[in-house]
């Protein structure tokens, strides 16, 4: 059993201790939130210690992960006191705004030999572990192009706190549901070399109604665009097309595959405790079983992605990437 602490009991560290009472591997028994009015009766129903200290949970010998649920402009000072006292990391996206600022966290941990899981749940879900299969057998020939969305109504309940901050949550909807779909397009195609990109505020809020919309070109000569907005029902789609025909995931567990010749096919997969699914993997990775399955390259180019799209919406320029 591996105990640990959760550091942020907003809406989506409630979420992961949920999640984590579905798998045998990881025990929850202590919690960081600085609002302890606020996380007091969640605690009590929990059966976990609260504090308002991180360092509390650093100095606790029986404490060995630390699950991080916070803003992203606390995630790396986060992460590096963390791993510095020898606490396994799970931190949620995005890991930073800045792929530089990735890069330190990841060396950080890397140095003080602990694992650095970054919390990207989409990868997760049936439909798009099939699509990646998809896409690596050469089924679909030769790719040229890719098409991604994903738009959630989360923002319809958003008048104060970090999302609405234009530092902390730049791009609009590009910085929570957006980067999922970069992450996406990474996992299945490989780092970007370019992206034009452009914002637009139809009114600032609260709550916000905004949409971003990327084109992007990939290293291997893939093209692709992307799109969110931040107040329209959830919707996600990834959509793949090659030589031989494409497929497209709608959602959690829906792909519908095309080929020349034929009627599409809609696959229905069972669905699963994404969650779960995630935290599992944290825990295989910890007990060196295998490597959580967002690496560090990955995660990088995402984020060398990310910080291109910004850059161009304030430039209204096409802007390369760091594809270190």
């Known amino acids: 059993m591996i105990n640990c602490a959760i550091v942020g009991l907003g809406r ?25 009015d606020h ?11 609260l504090t308002d200290s991180l360092q509390d949970v650093l ?16 995630h790396m000072d986060q992460v590096i006191v963390s791993a510095t006292a020898g606490k396994q990391i799970f931190c949620e996206k995005p ?11 990841f060396g950080a941990c890397r140095d003080a030999g602990v694992v650095l899981a970054v919390g990207h749940n989409r990868r997760f879900w049936p439909s798009m572990q099939a699509l990646r299969k998809i896409v690596a057998s050469g089924e679909l020939g030769t790719i040229l192009h890719v098409e991604g969305h994903n738009s959630n109504e989360h923002s ?39 992206v034009y990109a452009r914002f637009n505020s139809r009114d600032p809020g609260p709550p916000p109604r905004d949409s971003s919309v990327l084109v992007i070109d990939f290293a291997n000569g893939v093209t692709g665009t992307l799109a969110t907005v931040r107040a329209t029902p959830l919707y996600w789609r990834v959509h793949v097309f090659g030589t031989k025909g494409s497929a497209e995931v709608l959602g959690e ?41 967002a690496p560090e390259i ?8 990310f910080e291109a799209a910004l850059e161009s919406m304030q430039s209204g320029q096409p802007v390369a990437c760091d594809v270190r």
């Open 95 to 105: 890991l930073a705004l800045h792929r530089d600022h990735a890069a330190r966290m």
């Open 156 to 194: 319809e309940k958003i008048t104060e706190g970090w999302r609405l901050s234009p530092e902390e949550s730049p791009g609009g909807g590009l910085t929570g549901a957006g980067l999922h779909v970069l992450d996406a397009f990474v996992s299945l195609l490989g780092p970007v070399r370019q």
């Open 253 to 293: 567990n829906t792909l519908v595959l095309r080929t020349s010749g034929s009627e599409p096919k809609n696959v229905i997969y069972p669905p699963i405790d994404v969650l779960a699914a995630e935290l599992d993997a944290f825990a295989d990775a910890v007990e060196r079983k295998r490597p959580f399955p």
């Open 59 to 74: 100095g606790d010998r029986a404490i060995e992960a630390v699950l991080l649920a916070t803003p992203h402009s606390l």
């Open 12 to 36: 989506w560290g409630r979420n992961l201790v949920g999640a984590a009472h579905s798998q045998t591997r990881l025990k929850m028994v202590r919690a960081v939130e600085t609002d302890l």
């Open 298 to 305: 990955e995660v990088l180019a995402t984020l060398s992605a």
């Open 39 to 49: 996380a007091r009766g969640f605690c009590a129903e929990h059966h976990l210690d």
